[in-house]
T-cell receptor, first 114, second 110 residues
Framework: EAGVAQSPRYKIIEKRQSVAFWCNPI?????LYWYQQILGQGPKLLIQ????????DSQLPKDRFSAERLKGVDSTLKIQPAKLEDSAVYLC????????????FGPGTRLTVL | DQQVKQNSPSLSVQEGRISILNCDYT??????FLWYKKYPAEGPTFLIS?????DKNEDGRFTVFLNKSAKHLSLHIVPSQPGDSAVYFC?????????FGPGTSLSVIP
């Protein structure tokens, strides 16, 4: 079974530029998550989709971050414009359903904002 | 305000000995707890979980203990192996929201 795929793996941009990350979840997984992991901290949930609807985006900085889940499968996370404090690893995860279902994580995208 | 705390950023253990990783939480509404393991340049992988109605769950070399009155859980690895060297995240959930701790980096010395 293929795991969660993410691209790119690494991205370096200057502040005020835009960047987009892509995630392909495990086939059949209804729930998709985007996390931000700053160095030395645990993953912090940015947004959670159930199929193509948003379940929770309370911690998404909506003035600069946006996310969509195309046809309930792939997802993109965009930052526009980027700030220095956005430097982090962005993790995508998927699970069969909600609640206590195990989340399967992709390898992450390491973003460096200069 | 951190709802899930892992107060030891790092831990070193000799191969074959027991590793004990600790986690404290503040929200008494958490009803499910998980441990994830993360190797460098990889995403976290699920290791073991425990429901709040239990106080112990065991899976091979890994055992998680939950003390609800103290709002404390621990992960025991016995015996520890060099391949266990990784960052371990404690996570707690209430409903469909999962909150992760900052992680403990475990080094198992051969």
């Amino acid at each position: 079974e293929a795991g969660v795929a993410q691209s790119p793996r690494y991205k370096i941009i200057e502040k005020r530029q835009s960047v987009a990350f892509w995630c392909n979840p495990i086939s059949g997984h209804a729930t998709l998550y985007w996390y931000q992991q700053i160095l030395g901290q645990g993953p912090k949930l940015l947004i959670q989709f159930q199929n193509n609807g948003v379940v929770d985006d309370s911690q998404l900085p909506k003035d600069r971050f946006s996310a969509e889940r195309l046809k309930g499968v792939d997802s993109t996370l965009k930052i526009q414009p980027a700030k220095l404090e956005d430097s982090a690893v962005y993790l995508c995860a998927s699970s069969l359903g909600l609640y206590t279902d195990t989340q399967y994580f992709g390898p992450g995208t390491r973003l460096t904002v200069l | 305000d951190q709802q899930v705390k892992q107060n030891s950023p790092s831990l070193s253990v000799q191969e074959g000995r027991i590793s004990i990783l600790n986690c404290d939480y503040t929200n008494s509404m958490f009803d499910y707890f998980l441990w994830y393991k993360k190797y460098p340049a990889e995403g976290p992988t699920f290791l073991i979980s425990i429901s709040s109605i239990k106080d112990k769950n065991e899976d091979g070399r890994f055992t998680v203990f939950l003390n609800k009155s103290a709002k404390h859980l621990s992960l025991h690895i016995v015996p520890s192996q060099p391949g266990d060297s990784a960052v371990y995240f404690c996570a707690a959930s209430e409903g469909d929201k999962v909150i992760f701790g900052p992680g403990t980096s475990l080094s198992v010395i051969p």
